[in-house]
């Protein structure tokens, strides 16, 4: 479908050694257990208070550090304290916050799909991660691990890689590897709706303009536009407030000119929340829709609205022991801020 573009408009012991970092020190709950503290980054066991929480087997260059459900990242700022920075649970889902005073939103998901047989299978739950600890790099952390939708495909070649955090950027960079566990078919009727093979999504609440974690969507495609002497092709900023009601996001068969998706937060109002921003390495941006949808809620706990991209390239089927694709994407959350646009999507 085309449109007109111009028409669319460790914790304590570190008290004495940090000084400045005093302010807003964040520390673990009683029943959270310390892991790893290199004096920049620290990792916490604990556990998720979300729904049907996984543990994800966890190591420190290969020695075994316990099962944890949620694995909490902090990291110090100078003037502002050592604040969490990261959530990582076991059934896939990786939260970031910006320091104070930012606060956490909404939430990153990994890889989904609906299947010819089964329907609808839910995102990639993480099973194992080992820390690599690099003394000769302390501001990044780097995690090994596995993942696995449990009935279909695996990659035991998980990486994630997070630089070092910084007030106006946190991020995480993602990739892996999928190999089919057993024969499977993906469901064409739902590719023909961007929605049979999510690559990864962000989730985030959405009430109303008074209650929520974000408030739109953006990313970048190749539009038709049109003037008195005819219509051409042109790269446009596509952007859509978000409603609550049940509602699709992307109205038009649009496909990413850019690797950014974001789902924004235009204002530090209700609450310091980021805006949540996936940039996509592979697949090609190019091989990708973008789509989501909102579900009509009165819940300020649930994550009603769904913004993934779509790996329309993905075959019909695929046999068991087959890779399925090679996954690199990054997770960002930056501050809220108004964004540019230049075309309307569904509102």
Same mark, same amino acid.
């Given at each position: 479908? *085309?449109?007109?573009?111009?028409?669319?408009? $460790?914790?304590?012991?570190?008290?004495?050694?940090?000084?400045?970092?005093?302010?807003?020190?964040?520390? =673990?709950?009683?029943?959270?257990?310390?892991?790893?503290?290199?004096?920049?980054?620290?990792?916490?066991?604990?556990?998720?208070?979300?729904?049907?929480?996984?543990?994800?087997?966890?190591?420190?260059?290969?020695?075994?550090?316990?099962?944890?459900?949620?694995?909490?990242?902090?990291? &110090?700022?100078?003037?502002?304290?050592? =604040?969490?920075?990261?959530?990582?649970?076991?059934?896939?889902?990786?939260?970031?916050?910006?320091?104070?005073? $930012?606060?956490?939103?909404?939430?990153?998901?990994?890889?989904?799909?609906?299947?010819?047989?089964?329907?609808?299978?839910? *995102?990639?739950?993480?099973?194992?991660?080992?820390?690599?600890?690099?003394?000769?790099?302390?501001?990044?952390?780097?995690?090994?691990?596995?993942?696995?939708? %449990?009935?279909?495909?695996?990659?035991?070649?998980?990486?994630? /890689?997070?630089?070092?955090?910084?007030? /106006?950027?946190?991020?995480?960079?993602? *990739?892996?590897? %999928?190999? !089919?566990?057993?024969?499977?078919?993906?469901?064409?009727?739902?590719?023909?709706?961007?929605? &049979?093979?999510?690559?990864?999504?962000?989730?985030?609440?959405?009430?109303?303009?008074?209650?929520?974690?974000?408030?739109?969507?953006?990313?970048?495609?190749?539009?038709?536009?049109?003037?008195?002497?005819?219509?051409?092709?042109?790269?446009?900023?596509?952007? $859509?407030?978000?409603?609550?009601?049940?509602?699709?996001?992307?109205?038009?068969?649009?496909?990413? !000119?850019?690797?950014?998706?974001?789902?924004?937060?235009?204002?530090?109002?209700?609450?310091?929340?980021?805006?949540?921003?996936?940039?996509?390495?592979?697949? *090609?941006?190019?091989? %990708?829709?973008?789509?989501?949808?909102?579900?009509?809620?009165?819940?300020?706990?649930?994550?009603?609205?769904?913004?993934?991209?779509?790996?329309?390239?993905?075959?019909?089927?695929?046999?068991?022991?087959?890779?399925? &694709?090679?996954?690199?994407?990054?997770?960002?959350?930056?501050? =809220?801020?108004?964004?540019?646009?230049?075309?309307?999507?569904?509102?």
């Amino acid at each position: 479908m *085309s449109r007109n573009l111009f028409a669319s408009a $460790g914790f304590a012991r570190r008290l004495a050694a940090c000084g400045a970092w005093v302010v807003a020190l964040a520390l =673990p709950a009683a029943a959270d257990t310390n892991l790893f503290d290199n004096g920049r980054w620290a990792v916490v066991g604990a556990t998720d208070p979300g729904p049907d929480p996984r543990d994800i087997s966890v190591s420190i260059n290969g020695a075994p550090a316990g099962s944890f459900s949620e694995l909490k990242l902090f990291y &110090g700022f100078t003037g502002a304290g050592f =604040p969490q920075v990261f959530s990582i649970t076991g059934r896939g889902a990786l939260r970031p916050s910006l320091p104070p005073p $930012g606060e956490f939103g909404g939430s990153f998901w990994l890889t989904s799909y609906w299947d010819c047989s089964i329907g609808l299978v839910p *995102s990639l739950v993480i099973t194992e991660l080992n820390l690599l600890v690099d003394p000769k790099d302390p501001k990044v952390l780097v995690f090994e691990g596995a993942v696995s939708n %449990l009935t279909s495909f695996q990659a035991t070649d998980v990486r994630l /890689k997070f630089p070092a955090p910084a007030s /106006k950027e946190v991020k995480v960079d993602v *990739s892996y590897t %999928l190999i !089919a566990t057993r024969d499977f078919c993906v469901d064409a009727s739902r590719q023909n709706l961007e929605d &049979g093979f999510r690559v990864a999504r962000m989730r985030a609440n959405y009430l109303s303009n008074d209650e929520n974690d974000n408030d739109l969507i953006r990313y970048k495609a190749r539009l038709q536009a049109c003037d008195w002497f005819g219509c051409f092709g042109v790269t446009g900023s596509v952007c $859509g407030s978000l409603h609550n009601d049940d509602s699709e996001l992307v109205c038009f068969d649009d496909r990413l !000119a850019d690797p950014g998706m974001l789902l924004v937060h235009q204002s530090i109002w209700p609450r310091n929340t980021p805006t949540l921003k996936i940039d996509f390495d592979k697949p *090609s941006p190019k091989k %990708l829709n973008p789509q989501g949808v909102v579900a009509a809620s009165i819940d300020p706990d649930e994550e009603n609205v769904d913004f993934w991209a779509n790996w329309r390239a993905a075959k019909n089927s695929y046999r068991a022991g087959k890779k399925v &694709g090679k996954f690199e994407y990054t997770m960002k959350a930056i501050p =809220p801020d108004t964004v540019s646009c230049n075309a309307g999507a569904c509102y």
